[in-house]
C-alpha cells in the first residue's frame, strides 16, 4: 500500500508550459517535504511544508501543503528544460517513542520539459 | 563544508554474495538512515541509527543489516544477495532530534547483482 500517491506519474511539455504535481494521502503528516533528483544524484530538497495551508514559492515553483497535512502539490510556471528530473514528495511521519521521524516517499514524477 | 559522501558509487555483485556501502554524514549530522530506490521509483526507507544503535526499521529482511560508527559513520549490509537487491542505495543525514525532519542524500551506490 504506497502511503503518498504522486500524480501524474510522467509529464512531458513542452519549455514555457504551467504544470503541477499532486501528493496525496489518506495519512496526516507533520510535514510535507519535496525533493528534486537528477540522473545518477541523490535527491536534493527543495522545500519544507510544516503549516496546513502554507504555501512556499521558490523562483518559478510554489509548493502548498493541503489545509489537513494531508497533501500536496507543486506548481511549476514557465517550465524549463533545467527544470527535467524526478520529483519526489516525502511525508514526515513523528515518531511517538522519539523526538524525530521518518520520510515516507511518494513514487515520483518524471518530468520532461523539451526546449 | 562536505556533504553527505557514500562509496564505492557502482557495484556489480553475484546472487549469493554479500555487499558493504559506506556512508559518512554531513557535518554536525549524527543521524543516518538507508534507502533502497528502484529505477524511476521513490526511496523505500531501509533503516536508520542514532547513537550507533538502530532507531527505526522499515519493511526490509534481516538480510539487511547495519552499523554506525562513533564519527558517525554508518554502513549498510546485504547478505545472500538476490536479483532483485539491484538498486541505487541511499545514505542520508541528519540532525538527531528536531522538526521539520529533513534529511540530506549522497549520491548513492549503484548496486547490480547478476
Known amino acids: 500500500t504506497q502511503l503518498l500517491e504522486q500524480s501524474p506519474q510522467f509529464l512531458s511539455i513542452q519549455e514555457g508550459e504551467n504544470l503541477t504535481v499532486y501528493c496525496n494521502s489518506s495519512?496526516?503528516?507533520?510535514?510535507l517535504q519535496w525533493y528534486r533528483q537528477e540522473p545518477g544524484e541523490g535527491p536534493v530538497l527543495l522545500v519544507t511544508v510544516v503549516t496546513g495551508g502554507e504555501v512556499k514559492k521558490l523562483k518559478r515553483l510554489t509548493f502548498q501543503f493541503g489545509d489537513a497535512r494531508k497533501d500536496s502539490s507543486l506548481h511549476i510556471t514557465a517550465a524549463q528544460p533545467g527544470d527535467t528530473g524526478l520529483y519526489l514528495c516525502a511525508g514526515e511521519m513523528i515518531l511517538s517513542s522519539s523526538n524525530t521521524g521518518k520520510l515516507i516517499f511518494g513514487q515520483g514524477t518524471t518530468l520532461q520539459v523539451k526546449p | 563544508d562536505a556533504g553527505v559522501t557514500q562509496s564505492p558509487t557502482h557495484l556489480i555483485k553475484t546472487r549469493g554474495q554479500q555487499v558493504t556501502l559506506r556512508c559518512s554524514p554531513k557535518s554536525g549530522h549524527d543521524t543516518v538512515s538507508w534507502y533502497q530506490q528502484a529505477l524511476g521509483q521513490g526511496p523505500q526507507f531501509i533503516f536508520q541509527?542514532?547513537?550507533?544503535?538502530?532507531?527505526q526499521r522499515g519493511n526490509f529482511p534481516d538480510r539487511f543489516s547495519g552499523h554506525q560508527f562513533p564519527n558517525y559513520s554508518s554502513e549498510l549490509n546485504v547478505n545472500a544477495l538476490l536479483l532483485g537487491d539491484s538498486a541505487l542505495y541511499l545514505c542520508?543525514?541528519?540532525?538527531?532530534?528536531?522538526?521539520?525532519?529533513?534529511?540530506?542524500f549522497g549520491p548513492g551506490t549503484r548496486l547490480t547483482v547478476t
Open positions: 495519512s496526516v503528516f507533520s510535514s
Open positions: 542520508a543525514s541528519s540532525p538527531g532530534t528536531g522538526h521539520p525532519y529533513e534529511q540530506y
Open positions: 541509527y542514532y547513537e550507533e544503535e538502530e532507531r
